[in-house]
């Protein structure tokens, strides 16, 4: 068990690029457990990249901190992995003198195997110029790199997106497989949710250079509800009956009304209510950008847990 | 299969904190490595070429020359003469040409294409922060720029100096291409050109534009350090009559007329007064005296070297420092005191 | 040692399906007593799916008394489920009822929608818990789960959401 429980942290995070350039990221604020699989969702140009890049240090805030494992980007650099979403490389190193130069780069925490096993799961030729690859054979080096320097922080930014299925399953498994085994604190970015929902427990979404969800899939997906009903409310008046409740998205057809509420309280008899689909909490949150966000900056979560650790090993 | 918990196996059990390998950086730079061994290499093998033989066969066909009664056919080797003068000209031009080659070389491959591509962000997460990445990419190529351009610079030296006196054609000491070409501000040249590089990389990003914008950093510094050159040691001033004309041979800084008062004049143009005869009425009509040089003779020639290499060094230190400055103000730094000092038995008790 | 197929068009959450298989794997024989389950590890390499994921399903099967995890070892199947193993004489009965249903011209949905009946006429359909309840993990909507829908998120009998999730 680690001793910093808190594997990335941002409060008042802002980023603009230029003194007078506009916010790429803005009053970002949660706080991410370590252990976790978090997927950074949102559409393109939401600040996505932008935070992962804050996060790895790349950049330098604008306004506000980020905490990564418990000190600052640049304290933890050694112990954080992150891939770009170009998947940048050195076109004219071949794929072996690529991992030779991550070895002499990261002395001491260099795992050969762990790389090597990536590449040669691709089928690499390891003579082969990194300049001769396909997307997907890129996103693979790129991976090894930062999987072999065995990070205790991973930031992958669209890390899926050139990965034909199988390669995308093979090296998804792979990092779970991290995860389960070193505890591995994985965030991986997306616009597509579908392709994180069954390897993320954890969700930060951003949309419009904010954080607009932020928590536990589980807990996020408890705090929403799916709610339709019936003539609720007598013509022109206007009463839905959601008032009590935080509507994130709500839709009257004729005389049905459906929405997505956060419930503050019980919800009136004969509505018919379900859970909503992390898809359609998400989609619901980018289709509204007024929708108050929900970002508690500190989850409830249990201490710790023995028996999960036995069921591992 | 494994350990027991989920994070027993800590990733980094064996880490001992020691600094990267820069042998990441010739391996990356290889081809350009291996370039500047073989022009380094063809330069001073050139320049050896041209201290020992070429100058001893030119300094023969000139006595040969010298020997040569006034009237007749006179026998000298001409070939060498020319031989020489062209082998000069071959290792001058591209020595002294060799900082721009750097300045070029940094700006575009070394910084700009690697934040135009992004491999720098690489670099960065690889366990090399982005102030230990710039020191490594400016100290490693600047030991081996020093290197070369002080071997050609100290051959190029020997090989004048062989020449000096013997040979008619010999390139005096103030001519402006041997007289860097002698000398360590062509080193300093060299080093501006890689500080240069460095900061057009990182301020354009790019790196076609980082290209020019070095290229432009190393010829401006050029052009400025020559022009600062003589001002940089205090000249002296020679007077000489009107029928002398001038006849101070250095780096002249200024001439012209001295007046009955010892005023400084502007030179009409019109030369000694021997040389034709309106020349008096016109000096005359000046009131002038004689004529005044002030100019370097050889003997400053190390005293303007070393006060010009002193300044190209820190222009070039203060790229760097701009470098090194712009690239703390673009990406994350460790934030200082208070907050790490707290973190740092936390970070012993995870490894 | 069972494989688990995760299908994540079904419907059902993850762990619900890992459950599932698990259980299946016990009544067919394929897990007996003593066997050890796949490690997270080994699950999540061939799944993709969050390690959490594996021990929320393997929690959930250490509450039915069907696993225990022992420390450093591994979790191991503690009791079968056994009561009709691939060879007993109940399922040569399944058999053979299923090839007098093909004579008798009934198509391969006739006989599900036979046995379904008969199934519900028989057996509680709350009586496999993790079927039912409400799925933390994926859920769907109810109309292309297949199966009730829960009227509200607090039903009791739902898994305990808040600790999952957390392998500190």
């Known amino acids: 068990m680690t001793v910093t429980d808190t594997a990335l942290a941002a409060s008042g995070l802002g980023k603009r690029f230029g003194r007078r350039g506009a916010w790429a990221l803005r009053g970002c604020a949660f706080r991410l457990p370590a252990g976790r699989v978090c997927a950074v969702v949102g559409p393109n140009g939401a600040g996505k990249s932008t935070l992962l890049a804050l996060a790895a240090g790349l950049l330098a805030p604008s306004e506000g901190t980020v905490t990564v494992l418990g000190t600052d980007p640049a304290s933890a650099r050694a112990r954080v992995g992150y891939v770009a979403q170009d998947k940048p490389l050195y076109p004219q190193l071949t794929v072996a003198e690529t991992l030779r130069m991550g070895a002499d780069l990261n002395p001491g925490r260099w795992d050969a195997e762990t790389a090597e096993r990536i590449v040669s799961a691709g089928e690499l030729d390891p003579g082969a110029r990194i300049r001769t690859l396909s997307g997907g054979q890129r996103t693979r080096v790129a991976l090894a790199l930062a999987l072999a320097?065995?990070?205790?922080?991973?930031?992958?930014?669209?890390?899926?997106?050139?990965?034909d299925p199988l390669a995308r399953h093979e090296l998804m498994g792979t990092l779970m497989a991290r995860a389960a085994q070193y505890g591995t604190t994985i965030v991986m970015s997306s616009h597509v949710v579908a392709e994180l929902e069954d390897s993320c427990d954890h969700l930060l979404l951003v949309g419009g250079g904010r954080v607009r969800l932020a928590g536990e899939i589980d807990d996020l997906l408890d705090a929403h509800t799916r709610v339709s009903a019936t003539a609720p409310a007598p013509e022109g008046t206007g009463d839905t009956g959601l008032a009590p409740h935080t509507v994130v998205e709500s839709r009257v057809t004729g005389r049905q009304l459906s929405a997505l509420v956060r419930p503050s309280g019980p919800l009136p008899d004969g509505w018919r209510t379900a859970k909503p689909s992390l898809e359609e909490l998400v989609l619901a949150y980018l289709r509204n950008p007024q929708a108050a966000p929900l970002t508690p900056a500190e989850p409830a979560e249990p201490a710790g847990r023995p028996a999960d650790a036995e069921a591992l090993a | 299969m494994t350990a027991p918990t989920l994070h027993r196996e800590t990733p980094a059990a064996a880490a001992a904190p020691r600094p990267p390998d820069p042998r990441w950086l010739l391996r990356l730079h290889r081809p350009a490595l291996y370039v500047w061994a073989g022009l380094v290499a063809v330069l001073a093998v050139g320049l050896v070429w041209l201290w020992g033989p070429l100058t001893e066969a030119a300094a023969d066909a000139w006595r040969q020359y010298g020997a040569c009664a006034d009237t007749g056919p006179c026998a000298y080797d001409q070939d060498a003469i020319v031989t020489y003068k062209s082998v000069y000209n071959y290792t001058t031009v591209p020595l002294i040409a060799l900082p721009f080659l750097v300045a070029a070389w940094s700006g575009a491959s070394l910084f700009g294409r690697e934040l135009e591509q992004g491999t720098a962000h690489l670099a960065w997460t690889q366990g090399l922060s982005p102030a230990r990445w710039l020191a490594t990419k400016l100290a490693v190529p600047a030991v081996l720029v020093a290197a070369g351009t002080g071997l050609l610079v100290a051959l190029h030296r020997l090989a004048w100096s062989a020449g000096d006196g013997r040979i008619d054609t010999a390139k005096s000491w103030y001519d402006s291409p041997?007289?860097?070409?002698?000398?360590?501000?062509?080193?300093?040249?060299?080093?501006?050109?890689?500080?240069?590089?460095?900061?057009?990389?990182?301020?354009?990003r790019r790196t076609l534009p980082a290209l020019i914008l070095s290229l432009g950093l190393a010829a401006g510094v050029r052009f400025l350090a020559g022009l600062a050159m003589p001002h940089l040691w205090p000249a002296v001033t020679q007077v000489t009559g009107l029928e002398e004309g001038y006849r101070a041979s250095g780096l002249t800084v200024d001439s012209g007329l001295v007046t009955s008062t010892g005023a400084h004049i502007a030179d009409p143009g019109c030369g000694p007064v021997s040389s034709y005869s309106g020349c008096d009425a016109v000096y005359a009509r000046l009131d002038a005296t004689g004529f005044y040089t002030t100019y370097h003779p050889e003997s400053h020639y190390w005293a303007l070297q070393l006060a010009t290499t002193a300044l190209v060094l820190a222009v070039a230190a203060g790229l760097a420092v701009a470098t090194f400055t712009l690239l703390k103000r673009t990406t994350a730094t460790t934030r200082p005191t208070r907050e790490r000092t707290a973190q740092e038995p936390t970070q012993e008790q995870a490894v | 040692m069972v494989e688990y197929r995760i299908d994540r068009h079904s419907g059902v959450a993850t762990y619900v399906q890992i459950v599932q298989q698990t259980k299946q794997a016990l009544r067919l024989g394929v897990l007996r007593p003593g066997d050890k389950l796949p490690t997270a590890r080994e699950v999540v390499e061939a799944t993709a799916i969050n390690p959490n994921t594996v021990l929320k399903a393997y929690r959930e099967l250490e509450r039915d008394g069907l696993v225990e995890a022992r420390r450093g070892l591994g979790t191991f199947v503690r009791r079968g489920l056994s009561t009709a193993p691939a060879d007993s004489p109940l399922r040569s009965e399944l058999g053979a009822w299923a090839v007098r249903a093909h004579e008798a011209g009934l198509d391969r949905e006739d006989v599900a929608a036979l046995f379904t009946a008969v199934l519900d006429e028989h057996f509680s359909t709350t009586a496999d818990r993790p079927a039912t309840a409400t799925t933390a993990d994926q859920p769907a909507p109810a109309t292309t789960a297949g199966r009730p829908a829960p009227a509200t998120t607090t039903d009791p009998q739902a898994p305990d959401p808040t600790p999952q999730g957390d392998p500190s």
Do not use: S, Y
Not at chain 1, 150 to 162: G, Y
Not at chain 2, 178 to 196: D, E, I, K, R, S
């Open chain 2, 178 to 204: 041997t007289l860097h070409a002698n000398g360590p501000t062509t080193v300093a040249f060299a080093l501006t050109g890689l500080a240069g590089g460095a900061l057009a990389g990182l301020l354009l």
């Open chain 1, 149 to 163: 320097k065995q990070p205790e922080l991973l930031l992958l930014d669209e890390p899926m997106a050139d990965l």
